[in-house]
C-alpha cells in the first residue's frame, strides 16, 4: 500500500507541433516543475520534442533519453520502449514524477502511447493534450480541417493506394501523414484522382524552413515533419 | 496603399477545450495584448470561448459578441456572420487588430471560419491553433487516437446512418462530434454494429463536472461539449 501511494505518476506532455509558444500553459508549467524527463531519440539523433520545450527545461534536471532505432521491423523498437519504460519505472517507484515529452499531442501518433500501454497498469498516468501537426498545418495554410457536416480523416500514408482512395474519396478533408518515401507514390495517386488541385504541402509548420505551398509546387522529397491536407469543398464554411 | 498598410489584422485564436491552462502561450499573450476582442454567442448565452480566456482579458478590452441563433435553417446564422463580418472590418480599417476567441482550434469545426471567409480578401488573417476537443477526450480517457498505420475519421453524428457506419467500418479510431439530438440514434447504430463496448462517452473534458465512462454507462442526454471516441484496435500500441 505505502509503495503505491508514494509512487510517481507518469506525465505524458503534449508540445506542440514546433514553435515553443504553442507549448500549452500546462505543458510549460509540468516541464518547469519536472525532476524527471524523458523523450525519444530517433536512431541517436537530438530529441525533436526535447528541442521544443528546451527554455522550460531547468538545469539539473535528470533525462531518460529513449533511443528508437530506425528500421522497419518492430521488435527492436519495441526493445527500447521495453527498457525505456524500465528505466522510467524506477523513477516512479522511487516516488519521482516522470514528464515524458511528445512532439504535438501524445495521444495522436506519439510514441507517448507505447510507454503508456506498458507501466499504465502499475503507476497514475496524466496526459497533457498538445496542438497536432494537422491543426498547425491547417492554420498556417489557411485552410478549414472540418465545418458543419464535414468528415476530417487522417491518414498513414505508409497504407496501400487502396485505402488511401477509399479515404479521399469518402471525407471532405483529409490529412496524410507520415509521408517519406511515400510521398511520390502519394502524389500519383492524387493525381490520379484529380485531386492535386485541392491538396496543399506543409513542412515544418510553424518552425523556422516553414513550407506551406499547392501540392504541385511542392519540392521532389518530403521530410518526416510533413503532412497534406486535401480539401475537397472548396467552399465549405460559407 | 496607406489604408491597406495601416489595417489590423484578423487574429483567430484556439483557447483550446476548456481548462484555462490549456491555452498555449502564444493564445494567452494574443488575447492579453488585444485591443479588441469578438466571439461568437449562441442565442444571447454565455461565450463559452470567452469564460475559457477570462482570466487572460484585459480591463477595459472592446467586446464584439457575435450572437447566432440557435435555428436549423442556415440563413439566419450567416445574416449573423455577416453582420459580425461588417463590426470587425470597421475595427481592422481603422488599424485594429481583432482577436477572435474560438473554442478547441480554430480551423476545427469552429466559427472563426465563417468570418474568416468573409474578410480574409480583404484583410491579413493569422491563424494560432489550439488544442482540440478530440485531443482532450482522448487525453482524459487515456485512449490514443492513432499509432503507425491505424486511421482516424472525425464524425459529426449530424450525418445519416449509413455514412456514420461507412466510416466506424473503414477507421480503427473515429471521435463522433456535435451528438446533441442524435445521441440517442448514434447509440443504437453502435449497438447494431457491436461497437458499444469499444466506445467511450466524454463530456466536459478538462472542465469541472468532466464525464468520462464506457458508452454502456452514459447518461441519456449529451449535452453539446460531448464526444463519443470509438476505439476498435484495442491494443494498436504495443
Redesign the interface.
Known amino acids: 500500500m505505502g509503495q503505491v501511494e508514494r509512487a510517481g505518476t507518469l506525465v505524458g506532455v503534449?508540445v506542440?507541433?514546433g514553435?515553443?509558444?504553442?507549448?500549452?500553459?500546462?505543458a510549460?508549467?509540468a516541464i518547469e516543475g519536472a525532476r524527471v524527463l524523458a523523450y525519444p531519440t530517433l536512431a541517436g539523433a537530438p530529441s525533436f520534442a526535447r528541442s521544443i520545450a528546451a527554455g522550460f527545461i531547468r538545469e539539473g534536471v535528470e533525462e531518460v533519453a529513449i533511443d528508437i532505432p530506425m528500421i522497419p521491423a518492430r521488435e527492436p523498437a519495441?526493445a527500447a520502449y521495453d527498457t525505456g519504460a524500465l528505466r522510467i519505472a524506477a523513477h516512479l517507484e522511487a516516488g519521482r514524477d516522470v514528464v515524458c515529452l511528445c512532439e504535438g499531442?501524445?495521444?495522436?501518433?506519439g510514441s507517448f502511447?507505447?510507454l503508456?500501454?506498458?507501466l499504465?497498469g502499475r503507476f497514475a498516468?496524466e496526459?497533457?493534450?498538445?496542438?497536432?501537426s494537422v491543426?498547425?498545418a491547417?492554420?498556417?495554410a489557411?485552410?478549414?480541417?472540418?465545418?458543419?457536416?464535414?468528415?476530417?480523416?487522417?491518414?498513414?500514408a505508409?497504407?496501400p493506394d487502396e485505402?488511401l482512395a477509399?479515404?479521399l474519396r469518402?471525407?471532405e478533408t483529409v490529412a496524410l501523414m507520415k509521408l517519406g518515401r511515400h510521398f511520390p507514390r502519394v502524389r500519383t495517386l492524387l493525381d490520379g484522382l484529380g485531386l492535386t488541385g485541392r491538396a496543399t504541402y506543409v513542412e515544418r509548420a510553424?518552425l523556422a524552413g516553414e513550407v506551406v505551398r499547392p501540392l504541385a509546387e511542392a519540392p521532389a522529397e518530403a521530410p518526416y515533419f510533413s503532412l497534406i491536407l486535401v480539401t475537397k469543398d472548396a467552399?465549405p464554411?460559407?
Chains 1, 2 share one sequence.
Open positions: 503534449g506542440g507541433p514553435a515553443p509558444d504553442l507549448l500549452t500553459l500546462r510549460a508549467r519495441q499531442d501524445p495521444m495522436f501518433y502511447m507505447y503508456q500501454a506498458r499504465a498516468v496526459v497533457v493534450p498538445g496542438v497536432t491543426s498547425a491547417a492554420a498556417v489557411g485552410l478549414p480541417l472540418g465545418a458543419r457536416e464535414g468528415r476530417i480523416a487522417v491518414l498513414p505508409t497504407l485505402a477509399e479515404g469518402a471525407h510553424t467552399d464554411w460559407l
